[in-house]
């Protein structure tokens, strides 16, 4: 934080957020609308580097898509979020349509369940998709759920006794072609690696799923979650871009258990020193994605400076563009030269419809957590 006293944030009214919120949910319909054109994100695998598929772009959409219904959910269910005619049409017309294009999107040739880019054959599917259908379809549409009961079979024995799982998940009984191929990939450009705020989303999934039958791996799965910890209070993900987003998935699962009190301290000390000049947070300057996370994460906290609130909800409203929706945001990191422990570079990948989805749940939650400070 910085050395001198921050200015007092400039009072945030609850019908600034409430329309903030409007506007940027009305924004997500226009999107949803035109099938997401922001949500896709597009990689070259050039043949010449061993990959394989009918061709060298593949696409994906299914993980941001997952996340992008998932925000929508909390904050239509957030008690700020109930009275927001837009939001509501977005819960109950746009998250089962989402659900739906996730459920198809599960691979019919690879027991794992879902690949982060489903037409190359290099990539297995990943704990963390696997991780965001299940907490979607546990909220949304149970109905989809036995489509993970394998794949989650699958992780869960493959954990460690301390409960860790590595990423990615390759079915024994998959093609043998197809697990030479993803063998090739993961020793060649993917590398491997247990990365903690997979690992606490997939949890936090089993949580929502069926606590009872899974409560053993949940308890051992937050005590390995927590264990990661930094001792800034931070956790580190592997996956995505920050610190932020990383801490508050990890935060999400040991709160949901109302479980390690001493990590979310430490973790509400990390937060409230990363706050940036202007109220924001990010990790070179302050950006609508991760300043939405924290704000999240802090409500989830209760921080009791309810100040550092209003300050990061200003900033964000500041960010709001006059259409409704927020600028793009680094969120998705994929480290080169993994394999050989050493990042060569990483690429970033950000879309307008998952930051705008982030800060709609920030706005709508932050708004029910400032009450009453926050004025009519």
């Avoid at 799923?209 to 931070?234: E, K, L, M, S």
């Avoid at 009791?304 to 709001?320: M, W």
Wanted: net charge neutral; glycine share 8%; hydrophobic share 45%.
């Amino acid at each position: 934080m910085p050395d001198t006293p921050p200015p007092p944030a400039v009072p945030v009214s609850a019908g600034e957020l409430r329309q903030a919120a409007q506007d940027a949910a009305n924004w997500l319909l226009v999107e949803a609308g035109r099938g997401w054109p922001t949500t896709e994100h597009r990689m070259r695998f050039p043949r010449r580097f061993g990959f394989g598929g009918d061709g060298e772009e593949h696409a994906s959409d299914v993980l941001a898509r997952a996340v992008i219904a998932l925000e929508i959910l909390h904050a239509a269910d957030a008690p700020a979020g109930r009275n927001i005619p837009a939001l509501q049409r977005l819960r109950s017309n746009v998250v089962p349509a989402e659900a739906k294009h996730v459920a198809r999107a599960r691979l019919a040739d690879r027991g794992g369940g879902w690949s982060y880019f489903p037409t190359l054959p290099e990539l297995p599917p990943d704990l963390d998709s696997l991780a965001a259908a299940l907490c979607l379809f546990s909220l949304a549409a149970p109905n989809y759920l036995p489509l993970t009961y394998a794949p989650a079979r699958l992780a869960l024995d493959s954990a460690s006794a301390e409960g860790a799982i590595g990423t990615w998940l390759l079915a024994p009984d998959d093609a043998r072609s197809a697990l030479k191929r993803m063998r090739y990939g993961i020793s060649k450009h993917f590398g491997r690696g247990v990365d903690v705020e997979v690992v606490a989303r997939f949890y936090l999934g089993l949580q929502l799923a069926d606590p009872g039958h899974y409560a053993d791996a949940i308890t051992r799965g937050a005590d390995f979650v927590a264990r990661q910890q930094r001792p800034d209070g931070a956790f580190t993900a592997t996956w995505y871009f920050g610190d932020i987003c990383g801490t508050l998935l990890c935060l999400q699962l040991l709160c949901t258990l109302d479980a390690h009190r001493q990590p979310r301290s430490r973790a509400l000390a990390f937060l409230t020193a990363a706050v940036r000049e202007d109220g924001g947070f990010g990790l070179w300057q302050s950006t609508p994605l991760e300043t939405a996370a924290a704000i999240q994460a802090l409500v989830l906290l209760q921080l009791a400076d309810k100040s550092i609130v209003e300050r990061a909800v200003r900033r964000l409203l500041d960010f709001q563009a006059q259409h409704g929706g927020f600028n793009p945001s680094p969120w998705i990191r994929m480290d080169i030269g993994r394999p050989a422990r050493r990042v060569e570079k990483s690429l970033i990948h950000q879309s307008a419809a998952v930051s705008t989805a982030f800060c709609l749940r920030a706005l709508v939650e932050a708004q029910h957590f400032l009450e009453p400070a926050s004025r009519p």
